[in-house]
């Protein structure tokens, strides 16, 4: 694949496994499929189900800035705050130059950055730790330990992080979810699930006491071991942030489009 038809399957996969997601936890989540914009927002307390993505490759300045100003507004029109995850190389140079500027205008504030990554690196050997035993989530204790610990590794409340997992059907059967343990400690945890024709890792997390161990490689290694066993795929897709785009390489994923996550205005 080319620069730019990987950084569309980016955004691609994140309006696919968004929306099941989003409908998994809000049977009345605003998913949409507007002009250039992806709306999948369960309006819930855990903000990364509460998401808007630009979609068009190729955007310039002007247009840029129109759907920066749609996006915030259809965020200002919600309850709950989320996230607009823009895509750099969706943009022309014209309108990466002026990205900064259109946002502060449209009410926008930078709020982190990440890396869409793919590869065709499936199937992955089952992994093999010396500290570590894999436990695939099947139970709402099981979602509270996975949920707990993204809580601890992106500074989120506990109550929010619970909301945002606890209590899915999805994650216990669709979700090739896993928890990495420490004997009967969780101590990292990621997933992936099955999106259009890609297997897509989601939520990895390592507990901030146990980071730098490989914990967090180890358990996505078998999340997609399990998920590629389960469903045949061979290509694979995620999001990373800056801490765990270091350690996706590693095992096979290549990075596309550099990914800007942006909030409301206070």
């Known amino acids: 694949m080319t620069g730019l038809t990987e950084s569309i399957e980016s955004a691609q996969q994140l309006a696919v496994a968004w929306r099941a997601m989003v409908l998994d936890r ?26 808007v993505t630009l979609t068009e490759p190729g955007t310039g300045a002007a247009l840029a800035a129109r759907r920066l100003g749609e996006a915030a507004d259809i965020m200002r029109a919600k309850k709950h705050p989320g996230f607009l995850w823009l895509f750099e190389d969706l943009l022309d140079d014209e309108a ?22 793919a590869g065709d690196l499936l199937p992955v050997p089952d992994p093999v730790h010396p500290d570590l035993t894999f436990v695939r989530v099947r ?56 999106a259009q024709g890609r297997l897509f890792v989601a939520f990895v997390a390592t507990d901030p006491q146990w980071q730098r161990r490989g914990y967090g490689e180890a358990v996505t290694r078998k999340a997609l071991h399990e998920g590629a066993r389960a469903t045949g795929l061979t290509r694979a897709t995620l999001h990373a942030t800056v801490a765990g785009a270091p350690v996706y390489p590693r095992i096979g994923f290549t990075p596309n489009s550099p990914l800007h996550f942006y909030s409301l205005k206070e």
């Open 26 to 51: 809000a049977a009345d989540a605003d998913v949409r499929d507007l002009p250039g914009i992806a709306v999948r927002w369960a309006d819930s307390r855990f903000a990364f189900w509460n998401c």
């Open 96 to 117: 990466r130059a002026a990205l900064t500027t259109a946002a502060e205008q449209a009410g926008l504030e930078y709020a982190f950055p990440g890396t869409g990554m």
């Open 139 to 194: 139970t709402d204790e099981h979602l509270r330990a996975y949920a707990d610990l993204q809580a601890r590794a992106y500074g989120l409340s506990l109550e929010e992080a619970r909301v945002g997992l606890v209590g899915s059907a999805r994650w216990k059967s669709e979700m090739y979810a896993y928890l990495a343990m420490r004997a009967d400690v969780p101590v990292a945890c990621a997933a992936t699930v099955e």
